[in-house]
């Protein structure tokens, strides 16, 4: 008899907090000031058209991302608004208030800079095709040219998340991601959903969204070569045309190594994902594993049809 596969849920760091997501619901819990957890919760809206393109193969990755971007921006700026806000001024939370924190919840996400897809993928595809090109008088060939495009991509994206994360408030936010990821992993093992055997597990994942980011990387070095790279602005348009084939080819990727994460010998196919993670990943305190566990069984309640029995907005 078959072993009953458990549901797959996905999430992701917030400012103070994490949020995870099931099939039904999606839940956010943050730290407050006064040290309470506060939880938001947004019932995940079912659209036929949607569901159809998300069992379409190299389709459904785009859909998938749209998706969760347009959820998770609900949950980020949840946790933007309340994170800095005293429990005793919730009630008097003037206009001008509110104002700035939206203005933090914008500068939170470009700090992120990762989760910041649209923007991110456009500078990260470009930029590296005029860097490139200024190589060309000493590598011309198509091949040279894609390989140097890609290496400094790679580069690129590396210093990125590396400079990024000197920022204490960045640097929080990737030990939420490692809490998220901790709990993702003592979940899918069988372990207690307690701090101490939660803090055991690795603080990596195979279908994080930062191992999806490098596949981008390397799958684009590879569908590139079938298209030209002169002239200059054959090769820009080219790039950004191919943006929705390499992020649905880069899905399916993900998609294949986490499936053969326990296989010998194939599961190092995932390696350079969960290799990028050790940047956009840190060691969370056990007060943040607090936070994760408590957003995750939220959900486990909620996705099993109980009604929730926390505070929520």
Known sequence: MKKAMKPIYGGQAVVEGVMFAGRNHSVTAIRRKDRTIE????????????????KIPFIRGIVAILEASANGSKHLQFASERYDVDPKDD??????????SKWSLALSVAAIGVLSFLFGKFLFTIIPVFLANFTKPLFPSNLAQIFIEGAFKLLLLLSYIYFISLTPLVKRVFQYHGAEHKVINAFESGAPLTVESVQKQSRLHYRCGSSFILFTVIVGVFVYMVVPTDPLWVRIVNRLALIPVVLGISFEVLQFTNRLRDVPVLRWLGYPGLWLQLLTTKEPSDDQVEVAIASFEELLRLENGHETTKAVR
């Open 39 to 54: 939880y938001f919760h947004v019932p995940r809206q079912v659209n036929s058209k949607l569901a159809f393109l998300k």
């Open 91 to 100: 009630h008097t939370l003037s206009e001008a208030k509110k104002e700035e």
